[in-house]
């Protein structure tokens, strides 16, 4: 029987599509976050920016669950020791933890 791989060696880039993708999604985020900025910066209402602190955390989660679905489909499924179906059966429960 063989050792098991550490995580750490199962490591790589993403893909090029989905650098593309974790890019422009950083990008929307950053002007969210320049836009709550501009919002303390000009004494708006609270409430607005409770509001729009809870949609850049929404976006953070969603680029967090991108990255990390991403990492288990193409760097962990990269290997010959590990089966999709096990991946995808790691993937809903990481999406039911959540």
């Known amino acids: 029987m063989s050792e098991p791989k550490s995580l750490a060696l199962l490591s790589g880039p993403i893909s090029e599509c989905t650098r593309s993708d974790v890019l422009v999604r950083l990008r929307r985020i950053e002007g969210q976050v320049r836009g709550i900025q501009r919002m303390v910066e000009e004494n708006r209402d609270c409430r607005d920016v409770v509001v729009q602190l809870a949609a850049v955390k ?9 990255v990390a679905e ?5 760097c962990l499924c990269g290997n010959e020791q590990l089966e999709t179906a096990d991946v995808a059966k790691l993937l809903e429960l990481l999406k039911a933890a959540r």
Do not use: D, H
């Open 58 to 66: 929404a976006s953070v989660a969603s680029l967090n669950t991108l």
């Open 70 to 74: 991403t990492y288990a489909q193409e």
